[in-house]
């Protein structure tokens, strides 16, 4: 393995762009490969074992590529598959998922009393964030609440008007929300509603956004082993394996920039 390796980064989707994204802005020496299972598009409705078979051949996919780590970018991955590719990949690479770094985060936030998590079916019924935090932080209430239509709403470009706002106060006018002092977003999509959620608690909601703080743990990962590369060499690539113009033109909400997507037929090479 060598510095120069690229970051391996994988999700249901295009959705896991956001984390892309904000690996690729803290470190703009690294090269990137991203893998979204479009083909398989929405986890958030999947069964476990579904995800963790599809989560274990993206893995494999992205050490054939030579990546020096692996970030499940997907939340509903992160929950449902992330034990079983840690032991698929055993002791190749790193493996990271977007929960654990926001578990800790919250954990250690004095001024968080009651949390509330948003996030897929999957996720939520997962209850992971809720055992995480219970061991780091006993004293912590949370609530979780699946917010099955909002990834969907996002992709579909609604986002910032009326629609959203209207879907948004509804699902967030949940009674156990109303004395929450912080708010987990526990999908790669809801970055983009951020502002909305906040707007919806008046600002007085700590939002945490898993996208800077996971990007940061990537960071933190490859400078405790001596893989943060020094000068980018190739650019990064971003593969689906299913493409169609509609994932193209939406890549543009979650990376904020242009990119071109690749088909790559993994599920057909076998
Ligand atoms: N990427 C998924 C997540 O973060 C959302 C979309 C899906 O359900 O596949 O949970």
């Known amino acids: 393995m060598s510095r120069e390796d690229p970051i391996g980064i994988f999700d249901s989707g295009i959705g ?3 984390v892309a994204n904000a690996v690729s802005k803290q470190l703009p ?11 398989h598009l929405p986890y958030g409705d999947k069964s476990s074992e579904a995800i963790q078979h599809y989560s274990s051949h993206i893995a494999d996919f992205l050490l054939g590529k030579k990546c020096k780590l692996i970030l499940i970018a997907c939340n509903t991955a992160s929950a449902a598959a992330f034990t079983t590719v840690k032991a698929h990949v055993g002791g190749k690479v790193p493996l990271l998922n977007v929960i654990d770094p926001v578990v800790s985060a919250v954990a250690t936030d004095d001024s968080i009393k009651k949390i509330g998590i948003i996030g897929t079916k999957g996720t939520i019924k997962s209850a992971v964030y809720e055992h995480k935090l219970k061991i780091l932080r006993p004293d912590l209430e949370s609530v979780s609440l699946a ?16 629609v959203s706002q209207a879907v948004i106060n509804s699902y967030l006018a949940y009674p156990d929300f109303s004395d929450i002092d912080g708010m987990i977003l526990a999908c790669t999509h809801y970055p983009l509603i951020e502002t909305e959620i906040s707007s919806f608690f008046n600002d007085r909601v700590k939002i945490f956004d898993s996208t800077y703080i996971v990007a940061t743990e990537v960071k933190k990962k490859l400078a405790a082993l001596n893989l943060l590369s020094e000068a980018r060499s190739n650019t990064h690539h971003f593969y689906v394996s299913d493409y169609t113009e509609s994932f193209e033109l939406t890549t543009k909400l979650f990376f904020q920039e242009k990119i071109h997507l690749e088909h790559c037929g993994i599920w057909e090479e076998g």
């Open 147 to 162: 917010t099955a239509l909002l990834a969907s709403m996002i992709e579909a470009g609604f986002y910032n008007n009326s």
């Open 29 to 39: 020496n690294e090269e990137i490969i991203y893998f979204g299972d479009t083909a």
């Open 16 to 18: 896991g762009l956001t």
